[in-house]
């Protein structure tokens, strides 16, 4: 069993020691004796922060990164992105996969909540960087009997046999949206994930387009049309969650549905901004924060997350004690790996080692009155010196390996993507 000793790294603002044994955090102390260490860190100038967790993303969507910019959300997806997403090979995604684990890694994620096409070529992805996910396969079924058929048989198959990537990687069900998957395939996937005892990921109430064409086709706002389809529970993880009043947040809250805000993607797609961040964690919501996919975020940075969610908070409310960095790093961290029900997102012995080390010797954390406040408002993903997933170290000194050459093979993907024609932005 491998063994990795951080030394003197500052943590509840104070030097200390932390063993790792395997894949979990054995020990934290102020000085620990672990002559046997396989390896050892140096953490002075340094601060200890879990891995971040980022629930909501489309890995692989990096080839579209700066792609399509500027447009109204269906007309992005109707014109750029699914035209195009239909030429995506195993290849292509397999390598926009790897370069969203390059640029997770060099900013502090160690684990994601992913829904994509082509499942297995991100797997093989995180599997090779090292990285923990749970993976779902869009699903789609445009309200046609025979496409929601295909769905049933293709997810039935996967389940059939346990994933064959390693324990770090799992999967769950993705269909993708009220206005692109009817309610009997919504149905058949809340019984399927309630038997095989898996998450749910959708994306709900994002736009006031999505809750008008609800309205005017089911006669109800999207959570209770949901409500009324019986497939809110514990296990559904839905994204986005803009257009909610008081009474959905606590049908929500009954039924132990999970939320993820995705403030970078919702403002550049001008989606909304009133994200109801303290009225749900009120309500007893666990909150989870995402990037979305780099095609509407423009990059994976959850440090940079934080603050835009925390500032968004406070900006529409017009209340400057919303939406604290506490609360938000929380939600990056701990309320992240309660979602995905990993035990990880704190830095706690018998935890997973899911760690990062913040580089302190940065302008942002000069003066460092207050460690996570400077994290949150001061910094960004550039920030993070080490990562270690799973035990493994996977960056050190700001360095992936290998990163050159997944960057470069990604944008080649990413043109060639292009030149095989289809419509264009």
Known sequence: MSSILIRSVEWQGRPTDLFIEGNTIARIAETID??????VIDGRGKALI???????????????????DDMPLMQWLEQAIWPNEAKLTHEDVYWGAKLACVEMLRSGTTTFFDMYHKLDAT????????????????????????????????????????????????YAL????????????LQWSADFARDHDTLIHLHLA?????????LARFGQTP????????????????AHGLYVDEEEIRILADHGVKVVHNPASN???????????????????????????????????????????SLLGKSWRGDPEAVTCDAIFHTATAAGADILGLRAGRIAEGYLADLCLIDLRQPAFAPNHNFISNLVYAANGSCVDTVICDG?????????PGEEEIMERASRAAYDLMRRGGKQA
């Open 34 to 39: 672990a002559p046997g260490a396989d390896t």
């Open 50 to 68: 879990p891995g971040l967790i980022n629930a909501h993303t489309h890995a692989a969507m990096t080839l579209f990164r700066g792609y399509g």
């Open 123 to 170: 797997a093989e992805a995180v599997q090779e960087m090292g990285l923990r996910a749970v993976l779902c396969e869009a699903c789609f079924d445009h309200f046609r009997p025979e496409e929601a058929e295909r769905s049933r048989r293709h997810i039935t198959r996967r389940y059939a046999t346990p994933p064959p990537y390693g324990p770090r990687v799992r």
């Open 174 to 185: 993705g269909p993708h949206a009220i206005y692109t998957v009817s309610g009997e395939l």
């Open 206 to 214: 994002e736009t006031t387009v999505e809750t008008e064409q609800c």
């Open 223 to 238: 959570v209770r049309y949901l409500h009324s389809l019986g497939i809110l529970s514990p296990r559904l993880v839905i």
């Open 267 to 309: 403002m550049k797609l001008a989606s909304g901004y009133r994200f109801h961040f303290d009225e749900m964690r009120a309500a007893g919501i666990t909150v989870g924060l995402g990037t979305d996919g780099c095609s509407s975020s423009n990059n994976l940075d959850m440090v940079e997350a934080m603050k835009l969610a």
């Open 392 to 400: 493994r170290v996977l960056m050190c000194d700001k360095h992936v």
